[in-house]
């Protein structure tokens, strides 16, 4: 079955663009997470949506950083004015049901964005 | 806040040889616990998990980990591995009971197996 797709999957922009990043997930999981992954780094929790509950944004680390998602379908993660420290993979992962449930996240291959 | 660790980093290995990769993890009340697996090119992808029962899980390819309470740990271990092995290992850990749920990931482990 289809898993969950990002695109695109690399990005090459200059500091001060505006970029947006899409993500799809697998139909039916109401669970969706947004984690960045710089260089030599693990993976750093960004934002986390359940269904139409409003999202846990905790995990952003500035308010360049902005997401939605309509329902429990796509999802779109901007970042206004890039700079170059937020060149890193970013990883969209879904679930079937709320984290403390033993559901295990399914990720996307992720977006390579690099800011020259 | 919880928090994992991945002692080691990089780990080298010769195909055959024995794999323990340690997780600790710091958080007091109940938990799931996740190790993950990004083979190259690939996305991420469940190796095992635990929840509940017997401490001793088995996931995928022959891959096993140990819960040890009273340690915060939950250590990867394969007794022989294999070339294909080579991969990216990430252990998770997430709130069972309440508090911070969003499961929380390690570093990694970058693990090379020689043929």
């Known amino acids: 079955g289809a898993g969950v797709s990002q695109s695109p999957s690399n990005k090459v922009t200059e500091k001060g663009k505006d970029v947006e990043l899409r993500c799809d997930p697998i139909s039916g999981h109401t669970a969706l997470y947004w984690y960045r992954q710089r260089l030599g780094q693990g993976l750093e929790f960004l934002i986390y949506f359940q269904g139409n509950s409003a999202p846990d944004k905790s995990g952003l680390p500035s308010d360049r950083f902005s997401a939605e998602r309509t329902g429990e379908s796509v999802s779109t993660l901007t970042i206004q004015r890039t700079q170059q420290e937020d060149s890193a993979v970013y990883l969209c992962?879904?679930?079937?049901?709320?984290?403390?449930?033993?559901?295990?996240?399914?990720f996307g291959n992720g977006t390579r964005l690099t800011v020259t | 806040a919880q928090s994992v660790s991945q002692h080691n980093h990089h780990v080298i290995l010769s195909e055959a040889a024995s794999l323990e990769l340690g997780c600790n993890y710091s958080?007091?009340?109940?938990?799931?616990l996740f190790w993950y697996v990004q083979y190259p090119g690939q996305h991420l992808q469940l190796l095992l998990k635990y929840f509940s029962g017997d401490p001793l899980v088995k996931g995928i390819k022959g891959f096993e980990a140990e819960f040890i309470k009273s340690k915060f740990s939950f250590n990867l271990r394969k007794p022989s591995v294999q070339w294909s092995d080579t991969a990216e290992y990430f252990c998770?850990?997430?709130?069972?009971?309440?508090?911070?749920?969003?499961?929380?990931f390690g570093r990694g482990t970058s693990l090379i197996v020689h043929p």
């Open positions: 958080y007091g009340g109940t938990v799931n």
């Open positions: 998770a850990v997430n709130s069972a009971s309440g508090g911070s749920y969003i499961p929380t």
């Open positions: 992962a879904s679930s079937l049901v709320q984290p403390y449930y033993n559901s295990p996240l399914h």
